[in-house]
């Protein structure tokens, strides 16, 4: 059973029933599920997901003090601390994980602050681009179960999509990265006799390929451990294609595909001494037929480079269109 489900079910049990009758007065602002860091809350949890940080357990949200007070907050902290300590085999932990307390009663307020560096909204273009994705994706992850008040819900849908100007900013901040690493330089650093760090700029390139098809996607890229599982729902080729590059392996599927067929290639990968530079250019043309597809760029050339300033041109406010294009790598 994944975890959101053993959550849900824990709650369900032991919880859900006992906080109606008990904090009747309450419910008009309870928000209760889970979401937040963890991979349970991403859906990606299994069995080795289990050895720590890992527990049955959920979230009840409450807003500003005005509305629940500091006593009625520690009595319902107390009731989730004396909750079983133990449920489908997995057990409580008594010990808070790095970062602080990941379930029990949370302030809205500091939820919001952990994840975006602020306790209200909306944001402002500075404070989008400043957010890491990952903490993005923690604030509208998982499920809220009751949402009594709405101002949970009501904050996960707001930053569950970043505004465009801001996506354009990063998109063409990443694609000035991936070309800076990978289709320059990469090659340069291997005729400087450096392998070192050439692996290291083709990483970088994978890192910042990753960003740039997510954000085509409009999706928030997870903390690192969790990208290429993200990135292969929506971009399963591309993403062998990245780990290739990350590996030095040659072979696979091509990514030109059949216009039919969004979905299917089935081309052999070009297999020469040299075929990470060749993986680079084989990922970086597919992007820049996606930004094409979504007429993003005005570029005609297999320049990401030239391809990232065109986005940036297409940025509608005159502020964040005329600053440093790497602003969207704040995050």
Known sequence: MKGLDISRKYYEEFAADAIRSEFSHLLPYLAIGLCGPGSECLGYDDEISKDHDFEPGFCIFIPDEDRVSRRDAFLLQRFYDKLPKEYEGLRRSLVAPAGGPRRGVIRTADFLLARTGTQTLPLSAEQWLRIPEQSLLEAVNGEIWFDGLGEMTA?????????????????????????????????????????????????????????????????????????????????????????????????????????????????????????????????????????????????????????????????????????????????
Request: hydrophobic residues 35%; proline residues 3%.
């Open 155 to 331: 904050l996960r849908s707001y930053l569950s999509e970043m505004p465009e100007d801001i996506r354009l900013k990063k998109l063409a901040s990443y694609l000035l990265l991936a070309a800076q690493s990978g289709q320059y330089n990469y090659s340069r650093c291997l005729a400087h006799g450096e392998k070192g760090a050439a692996r290291l700029a083709a990483a970088e390139f994978v890192s910042s390929a990753t960003h740039v098809l997510m954000l085509l996607h409009g999706r928030y890229t997870p903390y690192y451990k969790w990208a290429f599982r993200a990135l292969r729902e929506c971009e399963p080729i591309a993403a062998d294609r990245l780990e290739e590059i990350l590996e030095g392996d040659a072979g696979g599927a091509s990514l030109e595909r059949p216009a039919e067929d969004p979905s299917s290639g089935s081309d052999a990968a070009d297999t020469s001494p040299d075929n990470t530079a060749n993986l680079i250019e084989e990922v970086s043309s597919y992007i820049i037929s996606l930004l094409q597809e979504q007429s993003l760029t005005k570029a005609t050339c297999g320049d990401l480079e030239k391809h990232a300033y065109s986005v940036n041109d297409r940025i509608e406010d005159g502020f964040l269109r005329n600053s440093d294009i790497f602003a969207g790598l704040n995050g």
